[in-house]
């Protein structure tokens, strides 16, 4: 965790806005390692920076999947958490530190299903806590302007397309999980299936999935034991409806299997609406270095910046990678102190929080039935689907009250297999 998590939280302490850091794994050598980890990339970097904490397990513990138990035990109601653990860990953890009134920061993909999304999305409500998805590209200056010009410049949604690579040699430390308990399309398009549905927005929503895999490298280079099947490349393509009744379509594809490049991930998306289009490359943002030892890469300080100010303390308070965190530290700051209401949090439209983000959820789950289905079509519902589904045919064709054609407001209730 030390290259941005650790990094962000020991610099906040720094700065006075928290005063307290637990760790926790299911492994104490891990946790010792992170502390190593720390000391080296952290501690002996940059000027001032307190490291103390407590952390969970015991180092001489093997593996207690629980620890985060104990862990929640040394916080109080109102504390902030992150996690970043294996996909399909996040539903049970954040569960069980909402219940215990702590406000949740959780890497993408927030929960694997739909069903997890909504239910952690009640259990938030009901405890008063905030739990957002961790999606940093939200504050990446050319992606909040993206955004900006996509709803006033735009026009109706029309097309989105979205690629995110990461080089093959990166496979041997996911080796554990990847083709198991998550996959690529989790891992990768998350990303961009939140970017695109922040962008537009609450005028379209995703109505159907249909994945397409290629497969071969992945299982070639990690030969599982256990037969499991590893997608290499994972495409979703996936229809909108917008709230004007016309239509659009995307297509997010993600893959583990790229050659080393100059850039770790490679990544871009193309927009189009009724009246324009937007490209972003963030992989090339025309800062490129080169040395005898580590040869030409891209550069991105914008995420995290790494070197130190001139005075020798952290200087990356400005990278979207801490301010990512920073806000929902803040954003919770702002609950506990009663100077905001988690309404007011979700309705500024900047964290990703629980209960604006099920759609993504919705599309990634649509997109793994789909694969396990062999390409079949999923269909995302919605509130008025359910409904109409039980209405006379002619009440399918009317327009809602407020002259939509369709209700984008509403979060996705169900997906169903065609
Ligand atoms: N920039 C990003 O947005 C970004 C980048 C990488 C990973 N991620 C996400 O972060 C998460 C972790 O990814 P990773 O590659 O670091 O995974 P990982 O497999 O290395 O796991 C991270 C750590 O979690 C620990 N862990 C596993 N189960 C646990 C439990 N029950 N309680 C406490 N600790 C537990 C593991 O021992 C490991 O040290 C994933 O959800 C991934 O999608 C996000």
Redesign the pocket.
């Known amino acids: 965790?030390a290259g941005?998590v650790a990094i962000t939280f020991a610099d906040l302490r720094r700065r006075g806005v928290i005063d307290g850091m637990v760790l926790?794994?299911?492994?104490g050598a891990?946790v010792r390692a992170?502390r190593e980890t720390m000391a080296r990339k952290i501690g002996a970097v940059y000027k001032d920076m307190d490291l103390t904490m407590t952390t969970l397990p015991d180092d001489d513990v093997d593996f207690?999947?629980?620890?985060?138990r104990a862990?929640i035990a040394h916080m109080k109601r109102g504390d902030v958490v992150t996690?970043?653990?294996?996909?399909d860990?996040?539903f049970?953890?954040c569960m069980a530190c909402v219940e215990a009134g702590l406000h949740v920061l959780?890497?993408?993909?927030i929960v694997k299903r739909l069903e997890d999304h909504t239910a952690l999305a009640e259990a938030a409500k009901r405890h008063g806590v905030l739990v957002a998805v961790?999606?940093?590209k939200r504050f990446d200056p050319i992606y909040v302007d993206a955004r900006d010009r996509v709803r006033a410049q735009l026009g109706p949604f029309s097309y989105f397309s979205s690629t995110m690579t990461q080089p093959k040699a990166q496979l041997d430390?996911?080796a554990?999980?990847a083709g198991k308990s998550?996959d690529i399309s989790?891992?990768l398009n998350?990303?961009h299936m939140d970017v695109h549905a922040w962008s537009v927005g609450r005028t379209s929503r995703p109505e159907r999935v249909v994945a397409m895999a290629a497969r071969g490298a992945a299982e070639r280079r990690l030969k599982p034991s256990d037969n499991r099947a590893i997608e290499d490349t994972i495409t979703l393509m996936v229809h909108w409806r917008n709230d004007d009744d016309s239509a659009g379509v995307a297509t997010y594809t993600a893959s583990w299997i790229a050659p080393r490049a100059d850039s770790h991930t490679q990544q871009h998306f193309h927009i189009m609406g009724h009246e324009g289009e937007i490209r972003v490359n963030q992989a090339k943002r025309g800062y490129e270095m080169s040395t005898d030892e580590n040869g030409f890469a891209q550069l991105n300080p914008l995420y995290m910046k790494y070197t130190p100010s001139p005075s020798g303390h952290f200087a990356g308070q400005g990278g979207y990678?801490y301010r990512s965190i920073e806000e929902f530290v803040r954003a919770a700051e702002e609950v506990n102190s009663g100077r905001a209401t988690i309404g007011d949090i979700s309705g500024r439209d900047v964290l990703a929080t629980v209960d604006t983000t099920a759609r993504v959820t919705a599309m990634l789950e649509a997109g793994r039935m789909s694969l396990d289905a062999g390409g079949a079509g999923v269909r995302i519902l919605y509130p008025d689907d359910l409904r109409d589904e039980n209405a006379a045919p002619e009440k399918e064709a009317k327009r809602l009250k407020n002259g939509k054609a369709v209700d984008c407001e509403a979060e996705p209730v169900g997906l169903r297999l065609e």
């Not at 207690?64 to 985060?68: I, L, Q, R, T």
């Not at 959780?106 to 993909?109: G, N, V, Y």
């Open positions: 965790p941005v926790c794994d299911v492994s891990r992170a207690d999947p629980d620890a985060f862990a996690i970043f653990t294996p996909d860990t996040h049970k953890i959780c890497a993408k993909p961790e999606y940093h430390t996911f554990g999980w998550s989790y891992y998350s990303h990678g």
